[in-house]
């Protein structure tokens, strides 16, 4: 069995010096390579679980995270494609749970359809719905459904569900900063400054928990 001592300990060096840069040098762009490298090599790492199906299934879905971070991070565009590849990573955890879990899928699409309809009337209600956020509230709802979910799994999803619940927190963050212009200006005021650096605060911890989860759902 691998050892994630190394793993962690890297990750640690990274996490500290890109925060430390988001806290007191925000805006340098310095930060971006060190939170894409931490997300690569999330991404490596998970290659060594891959010698059964719900390995292989992390491994692919870290691979289309570095691809969503490659639109949305490094290269600040093409927003719509990295929502888009996110949105293929939640439906690679929903085929991770499916398989781990007992429940029938039909229960399980209910479930993501409600969710998404809440979200769409929701977005609507802020006047904020347009295809990109409709695309984003699609994604954040297969998620916070996957999330669910993997409540069901008892021990074995335990590590997993984490990590999508940190998950959940950045993009709550991520929402937070975007829907800055919608949202009250009090609430703006005192939370933007936290969502700014608590995204990648929420966002690497969640990735390394669902690596250290690659093939522990179910042989």
């Known amino acids: 069995m691998k050892k994630p001592h190394l793993f962690l300990a890297a990750q640690a060096v990274l996490y500290a010096a890109f925060l430390g840069l988001d806290l007191f040098l925000p805006g340098t762009g310095w930060d971006?390579?060190?939170?894409?490298?931490?997300?690569?090599?999330?991404?490596?790492?998970?290659?060594?679980?891959?010698?059964?199906?719900?390995?292989?299934?992390?491994?692919?879905?870290?691979?289309?995270?570095?691809?969503?971070?490659?639109?949305?991070?490094?290269?600040?565009r093409w927003y719509g494609a990295g929502v888009a590849a996110f949105c293929v990573v939640q439906l690679l955890y929903l085929a991770r749970i499916h398989r781990a879990g007992s429940r029938p899928l039909a229960l399980r699409l209910l479930l993501r359809i409600g969710l998404t309809a809440l979200l769409l009337i929701a977005g609507a209600a802020l006047g904020a719905l347009n295809g990109l956020t409709a695309l984003t509230l699609f994604y954040f709802s297969q998620l916070?459904?996957?999330?669910?979910?993997?409540?069901?799994?008892?021990?074995?999803?335990?590590?997993?569900?984490?990590?999508?619940?940190?998950?959940?927190?950045?993009?709550?963050?991520?929402?937070?900063?975007?829907?800055?212009?919608?949202l009250p200006q009090a609430a703006v005021l005192s939370l933007l400054p936290f969502a700014r650096v608590g995204m990648w605060l929420f966002y690497l911890p969640s990735q390394v928990l669902i690596t250290l989860s690659a093939g522990k759902l179910c042989d």
């Open 144 to 182: 916070a459904a996957n999330f669910i979910a993997c409540l069901s799994l008892g021990r074995r999803g335990r590590v997993f569900a984490l990590g999508l619940l940190l998950f959940m927190g950045c993009d709550l963050c991520v929402g937070l900063s975007n829907l800055s212009s919608v």
């Open 32 to 76: 971006v390579p060190l939170k894409y490298l931490s997300i690569l090599l999330c991404f490596f790492w998970s290659l060594g679980s891959a010698g059964n199906l719900d390995g292989k299934l992390t491994c692919t879905a870290l691979a289309f995270t570095l691809l969503a971070d490659l639109f949305l991070l490094v290269l600040d």
